[in-house]
């Protein structure tokens, strides 16, 4: 699995740091996302699709490999 | 069906005959008559949107704003403020393009998933006093005046700086501020006077005495860029706070807790696995069918929606609610399943303009789920759930009273 992130359409909801805070972050600055990690261990995959389709701002993409 | 075939225009918002309940009226408008041109109180025609992918679709339409001061943008009630969503207060904080982005992440950074976790403890401990104070005074006992109402506006509070005892002052200003029908347009418009005065005041007074809270960190900012928000933007960041995160985030508490206990067997099962709190949180958000009235849109240049294309100038109004029970987009979408995952549900909204508060909103849901069901776990409903009313507002959907025995 890849990840990334476009921080352009990202609106701070923290959905995803909430789900898998191994893989994302967000910035102090302004709340937007920070990718940890973009080739997350096989276990955290399922919250990470999940982080994906609830992210509002839709700033998450997986790329399964 | 287009918007023409509709012969008699559906009065909007559309009543629903039982509290918890979706009105019929949704699974037809969204079967036949996704695009629905509809009237509102104030007299003017609107265009409801009904289905999940029409409702995204429009919300997360960087275009498309609240801004409904347009000359021929639809008043939503004949009220001469024009309810919350006219007031020249929505135009104080820039609502679009570079502006619009800048203030939502001076602000948003103070809503980082990150922060809430760390304001847990004292949203629990705020919480387990309110329920102290309840159990005190007997049963049965109206959970919403207890535990919904007060607590949220507590925590508002608490992140702006406002002292303790103003905390009543507070909850009364915003109850009036968004009810477009119970107050009059004097008494609305008087409230909101009042708390303007405050809030000036409390601007000043985070000026001259910075402490540890959102207005002084903004203000803080401002000086440190030389280019930050103006003491009227700060104001008006304040009262769009207290505005959007109380009594949302107040009845929400409402009716997920009613709606749990309506059918008891959801309440045991959180009983059993309180680790479920997360995504029957989201079920919850996902699930209520009373949540008002949905997001108001402008649009400034024509849009396609589905297969309708609508001019300049028309009123949108997203129904979320309506969307979220959407078999489309939910598989069983009229069953409560608390551990639906994902739940993409649009309850916060979509996009740039989603709710900036939902962590916040999302902790203080889970943090009220865990210390009931920690504190009184034989929690149940004190009247049959067809006795609960909703409440008058037009804003924000809630119940009057959740009246509960344990």
């Known amino acids: 699995m890849r990840v990334s992130v476009e921080e352009a359409r990202c609106c701070g909801a923290g959905q995803c740091v909430l789900l898998v805070p191994e893989v994302f972050d967000q910035s102090v600055d302004d709340g937007i996302v920070v990718l940890l990690d973009a080739t997350p261990p096989e276990e955290l995959h399922g919250p990470v699709r999940e982080a994906a389709a609830v992210c509002p701002g839709g700033a998450i993409d997986v790329e399964e490999t | ?406």
């Open chain 2, 1 to 406: 069906m287009s918007q023409g075939d509709v012969q008699q225009t559906l009065s909007y918002p559309i009543p629903s005959e039982a509290a918890l309940e979706p009105p019929e009226e949704w699974g037809r408008l969204r079967q036949e008559c996704p695009v629905a041109k509809v009237r509102l109180p104030s007299g003017d025609e609107a265009t409801l949107l009904t289905r999940y992918d029409d409702v995204k679709q429009v919300l997360a339409d960087p275009r498309l704003t609240r801004r409904l001061t347009a000359d021929d943008a639809a008043r939503l009630t004949d009220s001469e403020s024009g309810g919350v969503f006219n007031s020249e207060m929505s135009n104080v904080i820039p609502d679009r393009g570079e502006e619009h982005l800048r203030w939502r992440r001076l602000v948003g950074k103070w809503f980082t998933a990150k922060r809430m976790a760390a304001l847990r403890p004292r949203m629990a401990a705020m919480a387990e006093q309110l329920l102290d104070e309840m159990v005190e005074r007997g049963q049965p006992a109206d959970l919403k005046a207890g535990l919904g109402f007060p607590l949220p506006v507590y925590v508002i509070c608490d992140m702006l700086g406002v002292p303790a005892d103003d905390r009543d002052r507070f909850s009364r200003w915003s109850d009036m501020m968004l009810t477009l029908t119970r107050y009059t347009g004097e008494e609305a418009s008087a409230a909101q006077l009042e708390f303007f005065t405050y809030m000036s005041e409390l601007v000043a007074a985070k000026r001259a005495a910075p402490g540890d809270d959102l207005l002084s960190e903004l203000i803080k900012e401002s000086e440190g860029e030389g280019e930050g928000l103006s003491d009227m933007q700060l104001i008006v960041t304040g009262v769009g706070l207290l505005v959007a995160g109380h009594e949302t985030t107040a009845n929400m508490i409402g009716k997920m807790v009613s709606m749990l206990l309506d059918d008891r067997t959801r309440w045991e099962e959180l009983l059993a696995d309180p680790s479920l709190v997360r995504t029957a949180v989201e079920e919850a958000l996902r699930f209520d069918a009373n949540a008002g009235f949905g997001l108001p849109r402008y649009l400034p240049e024509e849009v396609e929606v589905g297969d309708t294309v609508l001019p300049r100038g028309t009123t949108v109004i997203c129904n979320m609610a309506a969307a979220n029970r959407d078999d489309g987009a939910f598989d069983d979408a009229d069953h409560m399943d608390l551990r639906r995952s994902p739940n993409p549900h649009l309850t916060f909204g979509s996009g740039a303009h989603s709710c900036l508060g939902q962590a916040l909103a999302r902790t203080e849901l889970q943090v009220v789920l865990e210390v009931l069901l920690r504190r009184l776990p034989t929690l149940e409903l004190a009247v049959p759930t067809g006795e609960l009313r909703q409440v008058d507002g037009l804003v924000v959907g809630g119940l009057s009273e959740v009246p509960v025995r344990w």
